[in-house]
């Protein structure tokens, strides 16, 4: 790639171009010019994020006058999960032990079960032996019932996948690549391993319902409501960028419920005030909403979002013997975003 850049700018002449992603529901119309050269003509966006779609919906909207928000988050979030389980090839879900992936995960099951697929859905978790997050996506997975699988990685793993990331990712962010490295030996084991094709994952829901620990200290609903919507116009340069180029480097189909249009617009819409974390406790209201339905264990709905944590590797200078530090950090500083102080 950067070959091909590098010689892309001695034919640019000096003149000076911006290089940038295809923002998504946009589209643009251009003319051919007679020299060969291409004239911009529009640039339209045609899908804002919490817009109601236009195509008929699953569940008619006005069904949902009828019910109570948690209600409505429950049926709407099944419905999402349900219409992703269209599929020729055996279904699987990402697990990590939290909230996000074990509602899908859950609700994958149990939908699966009442459609009698003749297969047990396969659940997939990574991490360090014995983490927390492979403890708790133990204990979700003995409760749903899936045909579990757990898989370790060591330093060297992580050394000898990430020029692959990186050329998959084709992007240099830190903390995308430090996030893809896990979800790239994921999907690699999955695809060598399993016959599992179509992943379903929680991705979406930190971004829709605030559940980034930062979410804590907005000044007001409002700035809340706001940083959620920036999110989410982003995400595809992020986290959904992380999630789709490391499963479909390996022919995986990735389907994401949290994302579905008519809930994450119905999720949108609600009061400002309700979205917001609650008593310390972020994604409340995605929590509450599935309260008393034993779909998860009670200490799995409403487990804390622990502050990021990642490995650090070093190694000495013969680079066989490597170390691991424990470091902890926040997710984003809260001074670049809602213009607070915070401290590290």
């Given at each position: 790639?950067?070959?091909?850049?590098?010689?892309?700018?001695?034919?640019?002449?000096?003149?000076?171009?911006?290089?940038?992603?295809?923002?998504?529901?946009?589209?643009?119309?251009?003319?051919?010019?007679?020299?060969?050269?291409?004239?911009?003509?529009?640039?339209?966006?045609?899908?804002?994020?919490?817009?109601?779609?236009?195509?008929?919906?699953?569940?008619?909207?006005?069904?949902?006058?009828?019910?109570?928000?948690?209600?409505?988050?429950?049926?709407?979030?099944?419905?999402?999960?349900?219409?992703?389980?269209?599929?020729?090839?055996?279904?699987?879900?990402?697990?990590?032990?939290?909230?996000?992936?074990?509602?899908?995960?859950?609700?994958?099951?149990?939908?699966?079960?009442?459609?009698?697929?003749?297969?047990?859905?396969?659940?997939?978790?990574?991490?360090?032996?014995?983490?927390?997050?492979?403890?708790?996506?133990?204990?979700?997975?003995?409760?749903?019932?899936?045909?579990h699988h757990d898989v370790f990685f060591t330093a060297e793993d992580v050394i000898q996948a990430l020029d692959a990331v990186l050329y998959h990712l084709e992007t240099a962010d830190i903390t995308t690549v430090r996030?893809?490295?896990?979800?790239?030996?994921?999907?690699?084991?999955?695809?060598?391993?399993?016959?599992?094709?179509?992943?379903?994952?929680?991705?979406?829901?930190?971004?829709?319902?605030?559940?980034?620990?930062?979410?804590?200290?907005?000044?007001?609903?409002?700035?809340?409501?706001?940083?959620?919507?920036?999110?989410?116009?982003?995400?595809?340069?992020?986290?959904?960028?992380?999630?789709?180029?490391?499963?479909?480097?390996?022919?995986?189909?990735?389907?994401?419920?949290?994302?579905?249009?008519?809930?994450?617009?119905?999720?949108?819409?609600?009061?400002?005030?309700?979205?917001?974390?609650?008593?310390?406790?972020?994604?409340?209201?995605?929590?509450?909403?599935?309260?008393?339905?034993?779909?998860?264990?009670?200490?799995?709905?409403?487990?804390?979002?622990?502050?990021?944590?990642?490995?650090?590797?070093?190694?000495?200078?013969?680079?066989?013997?490597?170390?691991?530090?424990?470091?902890?950090?926040?997710?984003?500083?809260?001074?670049s975003i809602f213009g607070t102080t915070c401290e590290l």
């Amino acid at each position: 790639m950067v070959p091909g850049l590098i010689q892309m700018k001695t034919e640019l002449n000096g003149n000076s171009y911006k290089l940038e992603p295809f923002p998504p529901s946009h589209f643009e119309s251009y003319e051919i010019d007679e020299d060969g050269k291409c004239t911009l003509l529009e640039r339209k966006c045609y899908y804002k994020i919490g817009q109601k779609p236009a195509f008929n919906l699953l569940v008619p909207f006005e069904d949902l006058q009828k019910k109570s928000v948690t209600e409505n988050i429950r049926t709407l979030l099944t419905a999402s999960v349900k219409k992703r389980l269209m599929a020729e090839r055996r279904i699987g879900c990402l697990l990590s032990g939290g909230l996000d992936s074990s509602l899908v995960a859950a609700l994958t099951v149990q939908l699966a079960k009442e459609a009698n697929l003749p297969y047990k859905i396969q659940t997939f978790a990574i991490g360090m032996e014995d983490s927390p997050d492979i403890v708790a996506a133990r204990k979700v997975a003995a409760h749903i019932g899936s045909e579990h699988h757990d898989v370790f990685f060591t330093a060297e793993d992580v050394i000898q996948a990430l020029d692959a990331v990186l050329y998959h990712l084709e992007t240099a962010d830190i903390t995308t690549v430090r996030a893809s490295v896990g979800m790239y030996l994921l999907s690699r084991y999955i695809k060598e391993n399993t016959d599992s094709t179509v992943i379903l994952s929680g991705e979406g829901a930190d971004e829709l319902a605030q559940g980034y620990i930062y979410f804590r200290d907005a000044p007001s609903p409002t700035d809340a409501h706001a940083e959620s919507l920036r999110l989410l116009k982003d995400i595809y340069l992020y986290d959904g960028l992380r999630a789709d180029r490391t499963t479909s480097a390996f022919s995986l189909e990735l389907r994401v419920p949290f994302l579905d249009l008519q809930f994450s617009s119905y999720y949108l819409s609600l009061p400002e005030e309700i979205r917001q974390p609650q008593g310390g406790v972020e994604k409340h209201l995605l929590r509450s909403a599935f309260s008393n339905t034993n779909l998860l264990p009670h200490e799995i709905l409403w487990r804390h979002k622990e502050a990021f944590r990642f490995q650090v590797f070093t190694m000495d200078i013969d680079g066989n013997n490597f170390v691991s530090k424990e470091m902890y950090c926040v997710e984003m500083l809260k001074l670049s975003i809602f213009g607070t102080t915070c401290e590290l």
